[in-house]
């Protein structure tokens, strides 16, 4: 059973970039077929997509945080990052990374998802 597990600071200034990896056990990245994502939830708001990178390395930003996302991939150690430039403190939310099938992109809880961790940003 695939597990994914988030890490990095919980609380970034503004301005700076956020940083945060998702480790993956039980399933590889270049797996085909799943899209490895990255989803963050503000407080009292819904989910938003951010993007994925896929089994062979391609990548897809939701647009409206394109400008200021990169997602990537460390094969060697199965995991996958997401940085998000110039951070302000609308970016503060719970940040989930899962492996989702291509249908499912965007629908939901489906699939396999970590449990989240807390970034807040605050001088």
């Known amino acids: 059973q695939v597990q994914l597990q988030e890490s990095g600071p919980g609380l970034v200034k503004p301005s700076q970039t956020l940083s945060l990896t998702c480790t993956v056990s039980?399933?590889?990245?270049?797996?085909?077929?799943?899209?490895w994502s990255w989803i963050r939830q503000p407080p009292g708001k819904g989910l938003e997509w951010i993007g994925y990178?896929?089994?062979?390395?391609?990548?897809y930003y939701g647009p409206s945080l394109k400008s200021r996302t990169s997602i990537s991939r460390d094969t060697s150690n199965n995991r996958f990052s997401l940085q998000l430039s110039s951070v302000t403190p609308e970016d503060t939310a719970v940040y989930y990374c899962?492996?989702?099938?291509?249908?499912?992109?965007?629908?939901?809880?489906?699939?396999?998802w970590g449990q989240g961790t807390q970034v807040t940003v605050s001088s």
């Open positions: 899962a492996r989702v099938e291509p249908g499912n992109y965007g629908v939901g809880r489906r699939g396999s």
């Open positions: 039980g399933g590889s990245i270049t797996t085909n077929y799943y899209y």
């Open positions: 990178i896929t089994s062979s390395g391609g990548t």
